[in-house]
């Protein structure tokens, strides 16, 4: 888990989590523009949560094993009372535990809390 309270700042593009290197899962990320921080921002601060659940695989199993989970997961929120859309994409980039052949389709899950 990580918590921060990000300064808006216009001296870079983006923030990116986790923003040390020495954790478990520096090879899942998460990007997210400042542009979109600014947005978001009270006072000129926005704060971030970004949680990462390792081993969820061995939790979550189908009964026919016809589908598993290949990666960790990352789960984001930001704190702010301007609540609405981002405006710009952001960005995961999340660590596959096997690698398959170009036959096999993977599949991008995630929750939509609308």
């Given at each position: 888990m990580e918590v921060s309270a990000v300064n808006v700042t216009?001296?870079?593009?983006?923030?990116?989590?986790?923003?040390?290197?020495?954790?478990?899962?520096?090879?899942?990320?998460?990007?997210?523009?400042?542009?979109?921080?600014?947005?978001?921002?009270?006072?000129?601060?926005?704060?971030?949560?970004?949680?990462?659940?390792?081993?969820?695989?061995?939790?979550?199993?189908?009964?026919?094993?016809?589908?598993?989970?290949?990666?960790?997961?990352?789960s984001t929120s930001i704190k702010s009372a301007n609540s609405g859309s981002l405006r710009k994409a952001v960005t995961f980039t999340l660590r596959l535990f096997q690698v398959f052949s170009e036959s096999v389709m993977p599949t991008c899950a995630y929750w939509d809390f609308r």
């Open positions: 216009r001296d870079k593009p983006a923030v990116t989590y986790p923003s040390y290197e020495n954790q478990k899962w520096k090879d899942d990320q998460i990007t997210i523009p400042m542009e979109d921080i600014e947005a978001l921002s009270e006072g000129g601060i926005t704060k971030v949560v970004v949680f990462v659940y390792l081993n969820m695989d061995e939790l979550m199993t189908t009964k026919r094993n016809t589908s598993f989970i290949n990666s960790n997961i990352l």
